[in-house]
């Protein structure tokens, strides 16, 4: 879902959650992690740990406000709401459903450390919803799917 709203000085804002699909294969860790986290200044990151091993914006067209400086002018939330992985899972920094400001870099993320190297995958899905009003009115909203497979060291 995307919505475009006027701010009072009369830019236009677009606020949308356009989804994205997040995969980490790779050997030489201790185990394959794939995170999506959302920023304050309106960005949203990608984690894959047999990638740039670091956080990394996903791309500008997919950020969650434009532009960027329109994040400061509201107090934002963001509930995240995942489907069981098919192996260990993060939710930072509350539980499954929560609604919490994207302040606080809220993050889902699936990891794969199974000693069954090579043979399991982590992955899952988690839907976010964007309120401006703590929750009382969902305002976009977009799902992820993320992906972890690690193959031993």
Do not use: C
Request: proline share 5%; net charge negative; glycine share 10%.
């Amino acid at each position: 879902m995307s919505l475009f709203f006027l701010l009072p000085s009369g830019h236009g804002v677009r606020v949308s959650l356009s989804g994205q699909t997040i995969v980490t294969t790779g050997t030489g860790q201790l185990s394959a992690y794939a995170a999506v986290r959302f920023n304050s200044d309106g960005t949203v990151d990608e984690f894959e740990s047999h990638g740039t091993n670091d956080y990394v914006q996903i791309d500008s067209a997919t950020d969650w406000i434009i532009p960027n400086t329109a994040s400061a002018d509201k107090t934002y939330h963001v509930r995240v709401t995942g489907t069981p992985p098919t192996d260990d899972f993060t939710v930072k920094p509350v539980a499954n459903g929560s609604w919490v400001a994207v302040s606080t870099s809220p993050e889902w993320a699936v990891e794969d450390f199974n000693a069954d190297i090579g043979v399991t995958v982590a992955t899952g899905s988690v839907t976010f919803e964007l309120s401006d009003d703590a929750g009382s009115t969902v305002i976009a909203s977009g799902t992820y799917s993320l992906s972890a497979n690690w193959r031993g060291p």
